[in-house]
Each structure stands twice: as structure tokens, then as C-alpha cells.
């Protein structure tokens, strides 16, 4: 989880490049991009809104490298249900 590089994905430059085969933005290996975690985590429409809802934090670089940087520090993160 430390050894990888959260990024948020930039704003295209121009229309055309949501269009492309290919990403209009450099992609280094260990780059992992939390916006694309919606493709898979919310797939399935009876309950994507509802996952995107209680985890939207989970679609945010921010918050993993939040979560990379407590681990460096030595906190223990666990992950808890919310009920």
C-alpha cells in the first residue's frame, strides 16, 4: 500500500481526449488512480449509489495518501463497516 503512487486523474485538455484510446496523461508504473475504483465498486446499479454514497472517500487520492501517510508513521489502519 506504501510502496504505490495514489493520483488524481487531470482534467482533459480538450474534449476530444476523453475520447481516446489512450489517457491524455502520463501513467507510471505503481500509479494507481482512485477515481477508476467506480468502474468496478459501483458496476452494479441497485447498489453503486449507494456505495458511492457511504465511501465516496474511497474514489479520492487524497484520502490514500492520507491513509499511506499514517501508515508511515506507524499507525495500524483497520477498516470498520459502516452501519
Not at 504505490?4 to 502520463?26: H, Q
Not at 477508476?36 to 457511504?54: K, S, V, Y
Not at 490514500?64 to 489502519?77: K, P
Request: hydrophobic share 35%; net charge negative; glycine share 4%.
Amino acid at each position: 500500500m506504501t510502496e504505490v503512487n495514489f493520483r488524481d486523474i487531470p482534467p482533459p485538455r480538450y474534449p476530444e481526449d476523453e475520447l481516446a484510446s489512450e489517457p491524455w496523461y502520463s501513467v507510471s508504473p505503481g500509479d494507481v488512480f482512485p477515481e477508476e475504483f467506480r468502474h468496478w465498486l459501483c458496476a452494479d446499479p441497485r447498489i453503486g449509489p449507494l456505495f458511492e454514497e457511504m465511501h465516496a472517500d474511497l474514489f479520492r487520492a487524497d484520502y490514500w495518501r492520507a491513509l499511506q501517510n499514517r501508515i508511515r508513521e506507524g499507525h495500524c489502519v483497520s477498516a470498520q463497516a459502516k452501519i
